[in-house]
């Protein structure tokens, strides 16, 4: 069995998504594949209770625990790398995961790290990705599935999904239709990873 390993740092809408596509879909017999952890950097994200309600195991390796080491990004990551390789995942997945990665992180997961990002990159990587879309009077936004590199928010692109920006939308209206395609492209994607991952074998 393969293992996924998600990481969620909020209200975890885009875990769910996946973990009930692959019940839903039979993931465990289609591709020998299952949600097998979810590891929250902060305590009190509600995706917890959201994982727990799933029947998924989680852990949560905080930040803040690591905030006083000398090189607090790095022991956070290490603490965080170990947590995850417990599992010996064969795809890790950020999910609203609110933290930047240090390089070595990214590199001991290269080709099997990937991330939602709530705009149609490589337009607007970073924060607050919908007001800025309005503000540049887009008439389109959406969210891009990626591959995660060093570069962040740059990584090659699994899949996009589009959405038109309507007049009156505030950029809590346009990141909701946003977040419902984010439900739908993030498991394909997954999906079809897992798929790629094993004709490469
Ligand atoms: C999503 O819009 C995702 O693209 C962004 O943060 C949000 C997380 O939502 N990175 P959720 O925690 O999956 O509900």
Redesign the pocket.
Known sequence: MRNIVIL????????AAIAQTAQREDWAHKHQARVCAVISSRPDAK?LQMATELGLPTQVVSHQTYATQPDPRAAFDLALMQAIDDHQPALVLL??FMRILTPAFVAHYADRLI????SLLPAFPGLNTHQRAIDAGCRFAG?TVHQVTADLDHGPILAQAVVPVLSGDTANTL?AR??TQ?HLIYPKAVAEMLVSLRQSF
């Open positions: 969620i740092s909020g209200s975890g809408s885009n875990m995706g999910a609203g991330n939602i990002h709530p969210a990141a946003v977040l984010e």
